[in-house]
């Protein structure tokens, strides 16, 4: 056998560029696929669901950090899976449901030192803006309300995921970070030690870990 023959029987060897080039094509045609289903999937309502969410922070407190919550809270979230940026957040916080296991502190934090959450019973978070970082993180700016005062204020968001839900409904977990100043919102109260220093710092750290069930469209009514 000639050795043209033995070359004919071979198969050809793809270059290693060929290669990649034809996986990245392929790589590209499905997701174009899936952004396209996607497109055509209308914006979705999904409401925080309290009994797996959590609405947290920690303050300085001389040395150390001490931890709060808020067990009293509630609101939606619309997501636009095609358009992330044009997704929204709108939520209400009870302030009188502070809760930093010491009920003596929690009775001063609700006194006009601090929430007065007699005169003013609610914080409040509007988005205003979503800023996509990546597929799984988002960041969104909106207007925070604290005893009556707005500022604006930026979560930075980490999608978590969607899906069934334990015991039916179709679920979204969202973890959530952003750091305020309170003395920008009047919550102002303060004492220094002895030697110097104050009690409490200005920063802070607020976590929020959200899972929300997404609201199914009420059927049409039927026409007689």
């Known amino acids: 056998?000639?050795?043209s023959s033995r070359n004919s029987n071979r198969t050809?060897?793809?270059?290693?560029?060929?290669?990649?080039?034809?996986?990245?094509?392929?790589?590209a045609g499905i997701a174009g696929a899936a952004?396209?289903?996607?497109?055509?999937?209308?914006?979705?309502?999904?409401?925080i669901d309290p009994d797996h969410s959590a609405v947290t922070f920690t303050i300085r407190h001389l040395f150390s950090k001490v931890p709060g919550r808020?067990?009293?809270f509630e609101g939606s979230l619309t997501i636009d899976k095609a358009d992330p940026?044009?997704?929204?957040?709108?939520?209400?916080?009870?302030?009188?449901?502070?809760?930093?296991?010491?009920?003596?502190?929690?009775?001063?934090?609700?006194?006009p030192d601090f929430f007065d959450a007699a005169k003013y019973p609610t914080l409040t978070f509007k988005s205003t803006a979503v800023k996509v970082v990546s597929p799984e993180k988002l960041q969104i700016t909106g207007?925070?309300?604290?005893?009556?005062?707005?500022?604006?204020?930026?979560?930075?968001?980490?999608?978590l995921g969607f899906g069934p839900g334990f015991g039916g409904g179709f679920k979204g977990g969202f973890e959530g970070h952003t750091r305020i100043n309170r003395q920008d919102f009047?919550?102002?109260?303060?004492s220094l030690v002895e030697g110097g220093g104050a009690v409490l710092g200005d920063d802070v750290d607020i976590t929020l870990n959200i899972e929300a069930t997404r609201v199914e469209p009420k059927p049409a009514a039927k026409k007689n």
């Not at 050809?12 to 790589?27: E, F, H, I, Y």
């Not at 207007?143 to 999608?159: M, Q, S």
């Open 186 to 190: 009047g919550v102002a109260w303060n």
């Open 70 to 72: 808020f067990t009293k």
């Open 12 to 27: 050809p060897c793809v270059p290693r560029r060929r290669a990649a080039l034809a996986t990245a094509v392929l790589s």
């Open 85 to 111: 940026a044009k997704s929204a957040v709108n939520a209400t916080i009870d302030a009188g449901s502070i809760d930093t296991d010491e009920a003596k502190r929690d009775g001063h934090l609700k006194s």
């Open 35 to 47: 952004l396209i289903g996607q497109a055509s999937a209308a914006p979705e309502t999904y409401a």
């Open 143 to 159: 207007d925070l309300t604290i005893r009556g005062k707005t500022k604006p204020a930026v979560l930075d968001v980490d999608l």
């Open 1 to 3: 056998m000639s050795h």
